[in-house]
């Protein structure tokens, strides 16, 4: 069984509960399948229903079909419990507790025919109240009633035979379907309209479709594989959520499978294998994996938790796989070849519903086999436990927040040793003072005479009284927690008059400046309102790659492709209507390019602005901080402040740094960096290791990861500043929980192919936005992969996005050098400068 863990009480297991054999062999054997039955064509036009929760018992034979039956489907409801039957000529629902006491009577059982020659069925599926049935008939959909002969409608959309149409469980009069024209739509059954038309998604038919309930969204298979999520609202205007690739999936999951039971039993395998001369395995036979048939837990069972809400089983030729559309990875997979005692050795259809306690009943028939088998997969008791076995063997109890002070061997207790300045000793004669005070009076000889004698001041106009300074004014305000997300374009601004780059951006920490780091080599200081000229402050030699502003608003600093980085004094010139408010603003701190043999990637504050944090190559370099802007008029390009490198600790493998991310508005000792391996790394500074990798947390190396940290603005429950997003080119976005290091929600709505666009939380913790190709931002709820807004009204490729931290308002900087404040739709007002 693959990926599961060593403790049974936490492993997904498959049981066979019955198994089924006949003469004649189906390729693909129609099947339906109940919580207490399952139905299955005799080696006649007959039907079989089975009670598999009490094999013993005599089977119950249907009899009415004159054709072969190429459909079979169980009724939504348990109350009575309907089965309907297709073939060319009749489509029959039967009642079967009706039918199980006429046979147990020895009458011939018998049932309601609802279609009469709609020719060749091959799929069926009942509203969620059994009042409908939908059958599918070539390149018709006929809607049927469960009681009568009725046809309620043909519904014809398709360029090619339906394969499959399903109600939607939250609304009835909804319908999906899929063909072989490679597309799905979404119908209106009482007006028989069509709401959307998909275009065509794969180069192989859509074969099935499911429901997730409480995100509102559907999934369709396709025979090579792939699995598409879109949302469905109602209005039934579909938005692509997420795409997964099975074959992709199942080769990504194998390997951390692999890297798992590495790590955890390398040591005794090697030494078992050089004892015993144990060979290694080839690699497998790589197979198509056909999504025949999917299973949504979210809209069958009540007891679904939150974590199991996107999960969805998929029914492929070689066994089941558990996927978590969050995420779009494999949760679990159970392959026929791990049970050699099943009689099936590839499925050529499945059936699925759900079981007692969470289990999850499913009915395969075998592709070249004619045996049938009734399968039980049973869930562990905990979800806790699942997540458990299919963690990383590193250990799950990281935090942001420090458990204990520091030991004294770490390097956050190194202090900066500055050299003393030796003062001359003087010789001579030790001066004394000539008089006992330390005041001695002039005497007024220097001064010139008196020509005036005194006159009093008369009409002096009166000052106004001493007042209460208004202190309500200096109290922060909360950032609203329920307002809603950024929208309309508020303020849109060029940055100069030819197109440069807006490498990065970052409000600064009262949300009153922004820092914008240039292409052009420069950094640009605005006002929050972006009204004015800002300050120009010039030090690189390439562009402006970092900018940021310490804890305290007193200094920010810029890194750059030339690998050097300048620290800047925030008492430098404010951003004013004055174009030019000091044309040679100087850095009070500047790290040479002689210090990294590579190029800085990331640079930052750290530990409450007592150390610099910066990434060069392999190397995690943390440098002791003591900052001085003030100047000797005399030695002018001399700086008082000093730089002491505190600690260099190295990643894993030594693979190159690409993006770092640590908390600096508080004490933490964790240092979250991105690999060129494409590996996700925990560095403990407190213990000078790394505590934790996760090695393939992308399909390419990461070019960007943030923190959720709030600002001094809001209030976040501690268990969200676990939470960090990473993002890399081809794979959207990925949310983490540290506590885990699992990654619990994928986002990828935007567009991000080769630019190294950012992404980052909003202060409330309820947002996040990202930079995309398309020249649009994605403002995401958290909650949810589907993106909330996408912000149009962009000039070009959004590279950088960041939230202000005082007030809800986005800021946007695009390839070409615009800059847009995007604010709730609420009193919203368009200025352009």
């Known amino acids: 069984m693959s990926g599961l863990g060593e403790d049974s009480g936490n492993k997904i297991v498959m049981v066979e509960r019955l198994s089924l054999s006949f003469d004649s062999r189906f390729s693909h054997m129609p099947l339906a399948c109940s919580p207490s039955y399952c139905a299955v064509p005799s080696d006649s036009n007959d039907l079989l229903v089975y009670n598999h929760q009490n094999p013993a018992e005599k089977p119950v034979r249907l009899c009415g079909h004159h054709g072969e039956v190429g459909a079979l489907e169980f009724g939504a409801q348990g109350t009575p419990v309907l089965l309907c039957s297709a073939s060319a000529d009749y489509v029959i629902v039967w009642d079967l507790d009706r039918c199980s006491s006429r046979s147990r009577r020895g009458l011939a059982a018998d049932g309601t025919v609802v279609g009469t020659l709609l020719g060749t069925v091959v799929h069926l599926s009942f509203s969620r109240l059994d009042q409908r049935v939908s059958a599918c008939s070539g390149t018709f959909i006929y809607i049927l009633s469960s009681q009568q002969e009725k046809?309620?409608?043909?519904?014809?959309?398709?360029?090619?035979?339906?394969?499959?149409?399903?109600?939607?469980?939250?609304?009835?009069?909804?319908?999906?379907?899929?063909?072989?024209?490679?597309?799905?739509?979404?119908?209106?059954?009482?007006?028989?309209?069509?709401?959307?038309?998909?275009?065509?998604?794969?180069?192989?038919?859509?074969?099935?479709?499911?429901?997730?309930?409480?995100?509102?969204?559907?999934?369709?298979?396709?025979?090579?594989?792939?699995?598409?999520?879109?949302?469905?609202?109602?209005?039934?205007?579909?938005?692509?959520?997420?795409?997964?690739?099975?074959?992709?999936?199942?080769?990504?999951?194998?390997?951390?499978?692999?890297?798992?039971?590495?790590?955890?039993?390398?040591?005794?395998?090697?030494?078992?294998?050089?004892?015993?001369?144990?060979?290694?395995?080839?690699?497998?036979?790589?197979?198509?994996?056909?999504?025949?048939?999917?299973?949504?837990?979210?809209?069958?069972?009540?007891?679904?938790?939150?974590?199991?809400?996107?999960?969805?089983?998929?029914?492929?030729?070689?066994?089941?796989?558990?996927?978590?559309?969050?995420?779009?990875?494999?949760?679990?997979?159970?392959?026929?070849?791990?049970?050699?005692?099943?009689?099936?050795?590839?499925?050529?259809?499945?059936?699925?519903?759900?079981?007692?306690?969470?289990?999850?009943?499913?009915?395969?028939?075998?592709?070249?086999?004619?045996?049938?088998?009734?399968?039980?997969?049973?869930?562990?008791?905990?979800?806790?436990?699942?997540?458990?076995?299919?963690?990383?063997?590193?250990?799950?109890?990281?935090?942001?927040?420090?458990?204990?002070?520091?030991?004294?061997?770490?390097?956050?207790?190194?202090?900066?040793?500055?050299?003393?300045?030796?003062?001359?000793?003087?010789?001579?004669?030790?001066?004394?003072?000539?008089v006992f005070h330390s005041q001695v009076r002039s005497s007024g000889y220097h001064q010139g005479p008196r020509r005036t004698m005194f006159s009093p001041k008369t009409n002096v106009p009166k000052t106004p009284g001493h007042t209460k300074p208004d202190h309500s004014r200096s109290l922060l305000r909360d950032y609203p927690s329920d307002t809603v997300a950024p929208s309309v374009l508020h303020a849109h601004l060029s940055t100069g008059p030819s197109p440069t780059p807006v490498c990065c951006c970052q409000y600064s920490g009262d949300g009153k400046q922004i820092l914008c780091g240039m292409g052009d080599r420069s950094v640009l200081l605005y006002k929050s309102t972006l009204t004015g000229h800002p300050a120009v402050y010039t030090g690189h030699d390439k562009a402006v790659s970092r900018v940021c502003w310490s804890h305290s608003r007193q200094w920010w600093l810029s890194a750059s492709e030339d690998r050097t980085v300048n620290i800047w004094s925030s008492s430098s010139p404010d951003p004013n209507p004055n174009p030019d408010p000091d044309p040679n603003p100087e850095p009070s701190l500047t790290l040479a390019a002689d210090r990294f043999p590579k190029t800085i990637r990331a640079a930052q504050f750290y530990y409450l602005d007592r150390f610099l944090l910066l990434a060069s190559g392999p190397s995690l370099l943390l440098y002791l901080l003591h900052l001085d802007d003030s100047r000797d008029s005399i030695k002018r390009y001399h700086q008082r402040s000093a730089v002491q490198l505190g600690c260099r600790l190295q990643t894993s493998a030594s693979t190159d740094i690409t993006s770092l991310s640590a908390v600096n508005s508080f004490h933490s000792y964790l240092v979250l960096a991105c690999g060129a391996d494409r590996s996700l790394q925990v560095m403990d500074l407190n213990q000078d290791t790394v505590a934790a990798q996760v090695p393939e947390a992308h399909s390419r190396a990461a070019h960007h990861i943030t923190q959720n940290q709030g600002s001094m603005f809001s209030c976040q429950t501690p268990d969200s500043y676990n939470l960090f997003l990473t993002s890399a080119v081809t794979d959207g976005l990925k949310l983490w929980d540290l506590r885990s290091l699992r990654c619990v929600?994928?986002?990828?709505?935007?567009?991000?192919?080769?630019?190294?666009?950012?992404?980052?939380?909003?202060?409330?913790?309820?947002?996040?936005?990202?930079?995309?190709?398309?020249?649009?931002?994605?403002?995401?709820?958290?909650?949810?992969?589907?993106?909330?807004?996408?912000?149009?009204?962009?000039?070009?490729?959004?590279?950088?996005?960041?939230?202000?931290?005082?007030?809800?308002?986005?800021?946007?900087?695009?390839?070409?050098?615009?800059?847009?404040?995007?604010?709730?739709?609420?009193?919203?007002?368009?200025?352009?400068?």
């Open 151 to 434: 046809v309620g409608g043909a519904l014809k959309g398709h360029r090619g035979p339906v394969t499959a149409a399903e109600f939607c469980p939250w609304d009835q009069d909804t319908l999906v379907s899929t063909g072989e024209d490679r597309t799905f739509m979404v119908w209106d059954v009482n007006k028989e309209a069509v709401l959307y038309r998909s275009s065509v998604l794969s180069a192989s038919p859509l074969l099935s479709i499911a429901f997730l309930g409480e995100s509102k969204q559907l999934v369709t298979g396709s025979a090579d594989g792939q699995v598409w999520c879109f949302s469905l609202p109602g209005d039934g205007r579909c938005r692509t959520v997420s795409r997964l690739d099975l074959h992709k999936a199942q080769q990504r999951h194998q390997q951390r499978h692999q890297q798992r039971h590495q790590q955890r039993h390398q040591q005794h395998l090697d030494t078992q294998a050089q004892n015993m001369g144990v060979e290694k395995k080839p690699g497998s036979v790589e197979m198509d994996r056909p999504v025949l048939t999917m299973f949504s837990l979210s809209c069958s069972s009540r007891y679904c938790s939150p974590e199991q809400s996107s999960w969805v089983w998929l029914g492929s030729s070689d066994g089941l796989y558990l996927i978590d559309l969050a995420t779009s990875e494999i949760l679990t997979t159970l392959c026929f070849r791990d049970y050699p005692s099943l009689n099936i050795t590839l499925a050529g259809s499945w059936s699925f519903c759900q079981g007692r306690d969470n289990n999850v009943v499913c009915l395969a028939s075998s592709l070249f086999v004619p045996a049938v088998s009734v399968l039980e997969v049973k869930m562990p008791g905990s979800i806790d436990s699942l997540f458990a076995s299919l963690a990383p063997a590193w250990p799950t109890h990281l935090s942001v927040f420090p458990s204990a002070p520091p030991i004294p061997s770490s390097p956050l207790n190194t202090q900066l040793r500055r050299k003393e300045t030796k003062q001359p000793k003087k010789t001579g004669v030790r001066e004394q003072p000539l």
């Open 745 to 833: 929600r994928r986002y990828g709505n935007h567009l991000n192919r080769c630019h190294l666009c950012t992404c980052a939380f909003s202060p409330c913790g309820r947002f996040i936005c990202s930079g995309s190709e398309d020249g649009c931002a994605y403002v995401y709820d958290l909650r949810h992969s589907a993106y909330l807004h996408k912000l149009h009204k962009q000039s070009d490729v959004v590279l950088t996005a960041t939230f202000n931290p005082a007030t809800p308002e986005l800021l946007t900087g695009t390839l070409d050098g615009q800059l847009g404040v995007f604010r709730p739709s609420d009193g919203a007002s368009l200025s352009c400068v």
